[in-house]
């Protein structure tokens, strides 16, 4: 087996085929309710860590104007490939979403299904925060979901679990780090390849952020209207919510 890869380089041939069960649609849906309650009539939504642009397609589908950025050149590459079979001009750009620069102001701004637990320094997160802030546009909205502490320790826990999709065969073994509050996950799938089987690895962390911790962050950034509900309703996180979303208004 070869050495870890950076987390979704080679993993990005087979994401897809993993994450089949992930209600995109779902996803899409309890954003727009979020833009709905809070009135967001804007149209120019970036799309942080798009991964291979399974939202970004969706978003465009309902006519807004989509910008993806991911620092994985291999999921867009991805992307890029669903885009050519569509009539949509996504625009995708490769670059860190602690430091990204766009051409024009966005509505809106979304990171979906806990790429921001991937930034594991607080620092570097502030950073984030105030990099999107200055991407929005006056009374722009931020929506990004992340997973808990309780997601982490108790539902990735620490454990092995085995899984064939579409023919690949993987391996997701999981270790919860409490004083770092740290998850790393150690991937191993398998593909043919040429008619040969190969094995490959990737490396894959998420830190748990406190709640309190991300408000006062964004706060510091300069939104002035932050707030945490329990992912896929408008209610307050428990302590076993598992992931929770939050919307932060410029």
Known sequence: MDTASQPFSNF???????????DYEGWAKYVKRILDFYDIKGKKLLDLACGTGKCSVLFAEESFEVTGIDISQSMLDVAKAKQESTQYNIQYFCQDIRKFNVPEKADIAISLYDSLNYILEKNDLQETFFCVYNALGKEGIFIFDMNTEYALKHIWGNGKIRRNEGGVKSVWQNEYDDAAR???????????????????????KERAYPNEEILDMLKKAGFSLSVIYAHGTFIQPIEFTARIMVVAIK
């Open 12 to 22: 990005a041939k087979v994401y897809d085929s993993f994450m089949h069960f992930v």
């Open 182 to 204: 740290i998850a790393t996950l150690n991937l191993t799938w398998q593909v043919k390849e040429d008619g040969k089987k190969k094995e490959y690895f990737e490396l894959h």
